[in-house]
C-alpha cells in the first residue's frame, strides 16, 4: 500500500502555489474548453452556411445543388455541402481543412466569383474532387448509401444490372455518378458523354506491360511530346503499355494489315475488317513504328494480309483495363437504338465483315454519336457469326 | 348438302346474325358522344406528312397541311376517312369456330368471315391461353410474331414494338429478318458497296441539280412514291424535283426514265424515256459494258483504284466463259432496246457527269440481285461513285434521302425488347433444332413446309414450325404473294392473332382481332422528315378511342397485367403515356444540349413542333474516293466488288460470283410462259396509298376506283384486242388465282404490260363471283389485289427475298356475275 500512500503525497505536496493535482485538474479542464472551442470553430466551417458564405459558393455549386435531389426529396433527407466535400474521419477530416486553404486563397482572390471564372474552374475543381472521392471509393457517398442496403427488386432492371455489378466490386459510386449535385464541366474534347459516364476517363496509374482497351476513338501522336498527330486508335481496341511518359504513353498495337495503299490500317485480325487503328502516310512508312512479319492471302478476297505491329504514342486517358463495360454499353445502345424500327438482328446473324456493310446501310436512322457508332460496329463484328457460332 | 350450304344452315338456325349497322352518321354520332367537347385547331402528322386537324363537336372536321408543307400529298384527303370507316374494328372480335373449339377449330372456315363479339377480358385471356397452349406444346419455334411491317407513325405508341415487347415478356418466337421492298437489293448491296445502299442518306439534291448533266430514273418514280415516307414526310424533295423539271425545260439536265411504262415522273419533268421490256434490265445493262469496253469509255484508273474482280467479270462479257457475248445485238432480242440506242447510251451515260437513280422495282423480282449489282458495275466503269452529281443512288425515291440531315439526335422510342434482366413466362429458346430468324418472305414457305432447309445469304435455314401468329398493324395479306397459297398455309395454322384499326384482309383471316385506335386518338411525337431530320412533331390527340379501340400502349398494359402480379407494371417501367412523351423529348433535348435549341416539353407541345434547320449538302461515297484506304467500304475488301468471292464460294447456282443473266421463270414478250399468258403484271408502290394503309378510306378511295374496284392500266391495243375499254370490269388471272378490276385504258402502257398498284384490299368471293365461298381456294378477288396473282418465290439462294414482279397475267371482260365489292365491310356478326 506504500506506493499508493505516495503517490497521494506526491499529488497533495504543495508545489511554489498550486498543488500538482489542482494543475492537473485545470489543464484537463482547459483542455476540455479549449478543445470545445476548437471544436466549434471547426464545426463552425464544417456547416453549409459557412460554406455559401462565399459569394462564389453561393451562387454557383449551392444554386446547383439546389435543383438535385440530394437538396430536395420526398423524405426531406438532404446532404449539405460538408456531408460530401468533407471526410467524417478525424484525421482526413484535419487534412482535408488544411488543404482547404486553398479555398480561403480563392476567396481571397476572387478566383471564382463570377459564373465565367467558376466555369473556366469547374473542370480543375470537379477533377481534384473525383479523384478525393476515387481514392476513398466514395466514402462520401456510402456513410449514406450502403450497397448492402440496397434492395434490388425495387430498382429498374437496368439500374439492378448496373448496381449489382458495382456491389461485386464495392466500386466507387463517383465512377458513374459524376454531376449527380453539380452541373458536369465542360469536358473540353470529351466526346461521347454518355459512354464515358457509363466506361469511365480511364485508370490512373498505366503499368508497363499490361494490356488494355481504349474507351474513345484517340489520336496517336511521334512521341511523347509532339503534337503531330500520327493516326488514330479505334475504340475498344487492345493496346499494350511499353513505356509511360507524363501523360502520354507508348503503346503496341498488334494486329494485321492489307497490303495495298501505305498499308496505313490496322485491323483485329487476319483477313477481318475490324478496325484497329489508322495511321497517317508518314507514321506508317516511319522507321521503327512498324514491326511485320508473316504475310497471307485472304481467300474471300484475293488480297495479301501482313501480320503487324505498330508501336505509337497515345495520351494516358481513356485507357480501360476491362473490355466488357464497352460491349454492355454496346449492347444496350444496339437493342435499344436499332429496334426502333424493326427488330435488330442478333449480332451472331451476320459474320465480321458483312456487319460493317448492313450497320453503315441503317445508321442514317440510328441516333448515336461517332465514338458510340464505331463501337456498336466493332462490338456486332465482335460479336458476330465469325466468333459466335450459335445462329441459325 | 355441301359445305357451303351446311354453313348457311349453321348461320341460320343456330347463331343470329347480326344486321351490320349503318356507317358514317352514326359513326360520328357515336364518336361525338364520348368525345371531348373542345374544339379547335390541333397538330399531328402521318407518313403522309404534318397536318393541321379540326376538332369540332368532338369530331375531325378538317385536316390541312403543315404550314412548312410546301408539296402536300393530296392523301391528306384521306385521312379523316381512315377514321370514320366502316371498316373500323369496333370492339374485340374471336372467329365464330375458334370461340367454339379453339385450337381444333375448322381452320378451312377461316377468312368466312364470321365473328362473334367478346369483351376485352375474354379476348385477351383468349389470346394469352393460346399462347400458354403453343409455348407448352411446341415452344418458340411454334409462334410468329416477328412479321412486322409499316406501322402508324409515333415513337412511342409503335404498334409493332409494343406487340413485340409484350409477347417477348411471355416466350420466344420466330422472327424475320429483311423487308418486301428492298429484300434483295439489302443483301447484295453490302457485298458490292459495302452498305445497304437503300437505306442510305444519299447525295444531296442541291448537288445533282448543280453538277448533273444527265440523270438516269432506272425504274424509278420518285414523283409518287415521295408521297410518303417512314416518318412524318416533309416533302422537301419536291422542291428539287420543281427545280429539276425547269432544268430540264431549259434543257441544262438530261433526264432519261428507262422504264417499261411512262412514269408519274417522267410526266411531271417531260423528261425523255426509254423503253425496256419488263425483266430485261441485265441484258441492258451488259450489252452498254459490252459497248463501253469496245469502244474504251470507261475509266480504267477509279476500276484499278477502287474495285475489285473487273479482270473476272470481263471474260463473262465477252463471253469466254459461257460463249455467249454480250453485244448490243445479243441484248437487243431479249430487251427490246434497238442496237443503235444500246450503243448511243452507253456513250450518253460516259459523256459527262451522270447520276444514276435507280428504284426498287428492278430488285423485287427472281434474280433482283442482279440488276442491282450490275448497275453498280455500270457506275463503276463510269468511274463517278463519290463525284457531286454522279455515281449511282438506291434511293432517291424514299423518305426524302437527298434531303440534307439537320444532324440533331432524333428521340428514342417506347422499347421493342425486353429489359435487362426481365424474366419471361416462358423462357424456353429450344427451337426443335429449326431457326429462329428466317428471311421475311419465307414465312409461308416456312408453314407449308417445317423442317425444311435452305439456303440464304452464306447460312443455311431450317423452317420453324409455325403454328401460331401474332400481327399487329401490319396486313401480310397485301405484301406477301399468291393469296390461294396463303390459304393453304393459313389452314394449318392453329391460331391466328390480329392487332389492327381497320378490317383488314390480316384480320379476315384471324381467329382473335383486337381494335386499336388510330394515330388520332392518342397522343405522340414523331420525327419529322426520317433522313432531313427536320425537326419534332407534336401528334395532338384529336378525340377520344372510337368504339372499344384502345391504344396500342394500353391493349398490352393489360395483356402484360395477366402474365403476373407487377408485370403491367414492367412493361410500362411504370410511366404512363405523358410521362413517357415528357422523357422521350427531355432524353432527346438532353442529347442535343449546345447543339439544337429545343424548349420545354410543355412549350413544345404547346407550338405543336421544333424545328432543327436545315442540313449541308452531302456526296455518297466522297470520303471513300477521297482516301479508299482510311475509308473503305464495307465490302469484305473494302473496294468495289465486282466479283465477289465470298458470294462465290457459296456456290449458288442462281447467284453466282459476278453479275450475271439469268433467264426467269416467267417473263413477257417472248419470255417463258409468255405463250400462255403474254401479259407482264406491274404490282407497283401505289400512288395514292401507302402500301394498303388508306385503300379503306371510302371517300378518298372512290376518287380513283372504276366501278368500285381498283384500277387495273391497261394498253389500248391489248384492250381493244379483248373487246374491253376503260370502265370495264375486267378478270385478270393465271393459273394462281383471278380477281377483278375496273378498266383504265391508257397509252402510258406499252403492249404485253397491265398495272395493277399493290395495297388494293383483297376481297375474296366466291370462284364465280358468288357471295360465299371467299374462304376457299380459288376465290375470285372482287376489289382487285395483284398479289392474288403474284408469285411466290424467293429472288435466289442469297437474299431469298419476294419476287413480286415475276409475274405473268391473262385478262379478259368480265363476263359473269357482279360481285359487291367485300374488303371494306368488315365481318358479319354473329350472335352467340
Request: aromatic share 10%; net charge negative.
Amino acid at each position: 500500500m506504500r506506493w499508493l500512500l505516495n503517490i497521494w503525497r506526491t499529488l497533495t505536496k504543495p508545489a511554489k502555489y498550486l498543488t500538482l493535482g489542482t494543475i492537473s485538474l485545470s489543464a484537463f479542464l482547459m483542455g476540455i474548453i479549449f478543445w470545445g472551442g476548437f471544436h466549434t470553430a471547426l464545426e463552425a466551417t464544417n456547416t453549409e452556411e459557412f460554406c455559401i458564405s462565399c459569394h462564389g459558393m453561393e451562387s454557383m455549386p449551392y444554386q446547383e445543388l439546389k435543383k438535385t435531389v440530394h437538396f430536395s426529396n420526398s423524405s426531406g433527407v438532404r446532404a449539405t455541402c460538408p456531408d460530401c466535400h468533407v471526410p467524417h474521419a478525424f484525421g482526413p477530416k484535419m487534412a482535408r481543412k488544411l488543404e482547404a486553404s486553398h479555398d480561403v486563397y480563392g476567396w481571397l482572390f476572387n478566383t471564382i466569383n463570377t459564373p465565367e471564372k467558376y466555369n473556366a474552374k469547374r473542370l480543375e475543381m470537379a477533377s481534384r474532387e473525383w479523384k478525393r472521392f476515387d481514392q476513398n471509393k466514395s466514402l462520401a457517398c456510402k456513410n449514406c448509401h450502403q450497397y448492402e442496403s440496397m434492395k434490388w427488386d425495387s430498382m429498374s432492371k437496368l439500374a439492378q444490372k448496373q448496381m449489382k455489378r458495382a456491389a461485386e466490386t464495392d466500386q466507387s459510386c463517383i465512377d458513374c455518378h459524376k454531376g449527380i449535385a453539380h452541373t458536369l464541366p465542360d469536358m473540353g474534347t470529351a466526346r461521347a458523354p454518355e459512354l464515358i459516364a457509363e466506361v469511365g476517363r480511364g485508370v490512373s496509374g498505366l503499368q508497363v506491360g499490361q494490356t488494355y482497351f481504349s474507351a474513345l476513338t484517340k489520336p496517336l501522336f511521334f512521341n511523347d511530346k509532339t503534337d503531330v498527330e500520327a493516326g488514330t486508335l479505334n475504340i475498344a481496341t487492345k493496346v499494350k503499355i511499353l513505356e509511360v511518359k507524363g501523360n502520354r504513353a507508348k503503346i503496341g498495337i498488334d494486329g494485321w494489315r492489307k497490303k495495298i495503299g501505305a498499308g496505313r490500317v490496322i485491323y483485329y485480325d487476319f483477313g477481318l475488317n475490324i478496325l484497329s487503328a489508322q495511321l497517317t502516310k508518314d507514321a506508317a512508312l516511319e522507321e521503327g513504328v512498324i514491326k511485320t512479319f508473316e504475310e497471307k492471302e485472304d481467300p474471300m478476297t484475293g488480297l495479301i494480309w501482313q501480320r503487324v505491329e505498330a508501336d505509337i504514342w497515345t495520351d494516358s486517358d481513356y485507357l480501360l483495363s476491362d473490355l466488357q463495360p464497352l460491349w454492355d454499353y454496346a449492347q444496350s445502345t444496339y437493342d435499344t437504338s436499332c429496334s426502333v424500327c424493326h427488330t435488330q438482328p442478333a449480332p451472331a446473324h451476320f459474320d465480321a465483315n458483312t456487319w460493317p456493310g448492313m450497320f453503315q446501310g441503317m445508321i442514317s436512322f440510328v441516333n448515336m454519336d461517332q465514338d458510340t457508332q464505331a463501337l456498336v460496329q466493332k462490338y456486332l463484328q465482335e460479336h458476330s457469326s465469325t466468333f459466335d457460332k450459335s445462329a441459325h | 348438302m355441301n359445305r357451303r350450304d351446311f354453313l348457311k344452315g349453321l348461320v341460320g338456325t343456330s347463331y343470329v346474325v347480326l344486321s351490320g349497322s349503318s356507317v358514317l352518321a352514326p359513326l360520328n354520332a357515336l364518336a361525338a358522344s364520348g368525345a371531348d367537347a373542345s374544339d379547335g385547331w390541333l397538330t399531328t402528322g402521318s407518313h403522309m406528312g404534318a397536318f393541321k386537324m379540326k376538332r369540332k363537336n368532338g369530331v375531325i372536321s378538317e385536316v390541312i397541311p403543315f404550314d412548312t408543307d410546301m408539296y402536300p400529298t393530296d392523301m391528306i384527303n384521306g385521312i379523316k376517312g381512315l377514321v370514320y370507316n366502316e371498316s373500323r374494328i369496333r370492339y374485340p372480335m374471336v372467329r365464330l369456330d375458334f370461340l367454339l373449339k379453339g385450337h381444333q377449330s375448322d381452320t378451312k372456315q377461316r377468312g368466312d368471315f364470321r365473328f362473334v363479339r367478346v369483351t376485352w377480358d375474354k379476348a385477351l385471356g383468349l389470346f394469352k391461353d393460346s399462347l400458354d397452349l403453343i409455348q407448352t406444346k411446341y415452344g418458340p419455334s411454334g409462334l410468329h410474331a416477328g412479321q412486322t411491317g409499316w406501322r402508324a407513325t409515333g415513337q412511342l405508341h409503335s404498334c409493332t414494338s409494343h406487340m413485340q415487347r409484350a409477347v417477348a415478356m411471355h416466350g420466344n418466337f420466330v422472327k424475320k429478318v429483311g423487308d418486301y421492298s428492298t429484300g434483295a437489293g439489302q443483301t447484295i448491296l453490302p457485298y458490292v458497296l459495302g452498305s445497304t445502299e437503300v437505306y442510305a442518306q444519299g447525295t444531296s439534291w442541291s448537288l445533282i441539280l448543280e453538277h448533273s448533266k444527265t440523270i438516269i430514273l432506272w425504274s424509278n418514280d420518285p414523283y409518287k412514291n415521295l408521297q410518303v415516307g417512314w416518318n412524318a414526310e416533309t416533302h422537301e424533295s419536291y422542291a428539287y424535283l420543281a427545280q429539276l423539271k425547269e432544268k430540264v425545260a431549259k434543257g441544262e439536265i438530261r433526264v432519261i426514265s428507262i422504264d417499261p411504262v411512262v412514269s408519274k415522273t417522267q410526266q411531271y419533268l417531260g423528261c425523255e424515256h426509254l423503253y425496256i421490256n419488263p425483266q430485261t434490265d441485265v441484258p441492258f445493262m451488259l450489252a452498254i459494258a459490252h459497248e463501253m469496253v469496245e469502244k474504251n469509255l470507261l475509266d480504267n484508273e477509279f476500276i484499278e483504284g477502287y474495285s475489285l474482280g473487273f479482270d473476272k467479270f470481263l471474260p463473262y462479257l465477252q463471253g469466254q466463259t459461257d460463249g455467249v457475248e454480250k453485244t448490243p445485238e445479243w441484248a437487243s432480242k431479249i430487251c427490246g432496246v434497238s442496237p443503235e440506242v444500246i450503243r448511243d447510251f452507253a456513250k450518253v451515260l460516259t459523256k459527262d457527269r451522270t447520276q444514276i437513280l435507280m428504284g426498287w422495282c428492278v430488285q423485287r423480282q427472281q434474280h433482283g440481285e442482279q440488276p442491282y449489282w450490275m448497275s453498280a458495275v455500270l457506275a463503276t466503269m463510269i468511274g463517278q461513285i463519290g463525284l457531286p452529281g454522279g455515281g449511282i443512288s438506291y434511293g432517291h425515291h424514299y423518305s426524302g434521302i437527298g434531303v440534307p440531315s439537320s444532324g440533331a439526335a432524333a428521340p428514342g422510342a417506347f422499347p421493342r425488347n425486353l429489359d435487362d434482366g426481365q424474366k419471361q413466362l416462358f423462357d424456353s429458346t429450344d427451337f426443335n433444332g429449326a431457326s429462329s430468324v428466317i428471311p421475311v418472305a419465307r414465312w409461308i414457305d416456312s408453314i407449308l413446309e417445317p423442317g425444311k432447309t435452305i439456303d440464304a445469304n452464306g447460312s443455311k435455314i431450317t423452317y420453324p414450325d409455325i403454328k401460331m401468329m401474332v400481327f399487329s398493324g401490319n396486313n401480310p395479306w397485301n405484301h406477301h404473294q399468291d393469296r390461294n397459297r396463303m390459304k393453304e398455309a393459313f389452314f394449318k395454322l392453329e391460331c391466328i392473332v390480329s392487332i389492327d384499326m381497320n378490317w383488314t384482309a390480316a384480320c379476315r383471316f384471324s381467329d382473335i382481332v383486337l381494335p386499336a385506335c388510330t394515330t388520332f386518338e392518342r397522343n405522340d411525337i414523331d420525327i419529322y422528315g426520317s433522313y432531313a431530320n427536320r425537326g419534332l412533331l407534336a401528334m395532338q390527340k384529336m378525340v377520344e378511342p372510337l368504339f372499344e379501340s384502345l391504344s396500342d400502349f394500353e391493349i398490352f398494359t393489360r395483356f402484360a397485367a395477366l402474365l403476373g402480379e407487377g408485370k403491367a407494371q414492367e412493361y410500362t417501367r411504370g410511366m404512363n403515356e405523358h410521362q413517357w412523351l415528357e422523357m422521350l423529348y427531355n432524353d432527346c433535348k438532353a442529347s442535343n444540349e449546345g447543339k439544337f435549341e429545343m424548349p420545354s416539353f410543355e412549350e413544345f407541345w404547346k407550338a405543336g413542333y421544333v424545328y432543327f434547320g436545315e442540313g449541308k449538302p452531302w456526296v455518297r461515297h466522297q470520303a471513300f474516293r477521297d482516301d479508299p484506304e482510311i475509308n473503305p467500304l464495307g465490302t469484305p475488301s473494302g473496294l468495289i466488288e465486282i466479283f465477289s468471292r465470298k458470294i462465290a464460294h457459296y456456290e449458288y447456282d442462281d447467284c453466282p460470283g459476278h453479275p450475271t443473266w439469268m433467264e426467269k421463270v416467267e417473263r413477257s414478250h417472248g419470255g417463258p410462259g409468255s405463250k400462255k399468258h403474254p401479259i407482264w403484271l406491274q404490282s407497283c408502290h401505289p400512288d395514292k396509298r401507302l402500301h394498303s394503309q388508306m385503300c379503306e378510306s371510302t371517300e378518298f378511295r372512290e376518287t380513283y376506283t372504276v366501278k368500285g374496284r381498283e384500277p387495273v392500266y391497261l394498253n389500248p391495243e391489248d384492250a381493244k384486242k379483248r373487246g374491253i375499254k376503260s370502265g370495264d370490269i375486267v378478270r385478270v388471272f393465271n393459273d394462281r388465282g383471278q380477281l377483278l378490276a375496273g378498266a383504265v385504258v391508257s397509252d402510258k402502257f406499252p403492249q404485253g404490260i397491265i398495272r395493277i398498284q399493290e395495297g388494293a384490299w383483297y376481297g375474296p368471293v366466291g370462284k364465280d363471283g358468288s357471295k360465299e365461298g371467299g374462304a376457299e381456294i380459288g376465290a375470285l378477288d372482287s376489289y382487285g389485289d395483284p398479289n392474288t396473282l403474284t408469285l411466290d418465290i424467293g429472288t435466289s439462294k442469297l437474299a431469298q427475298a419476294c419476287s413480286a414482279y415475276t409475274c405473268l397475267v391473262d385478262y379478259e371482260k368480265y363476263q359473269g356475275k357482279v360481285p359487291a365489292v367485300s374488303s371494306f365491310s368488315g365481318p358479319i356478326e354473329i350472335a352467340l
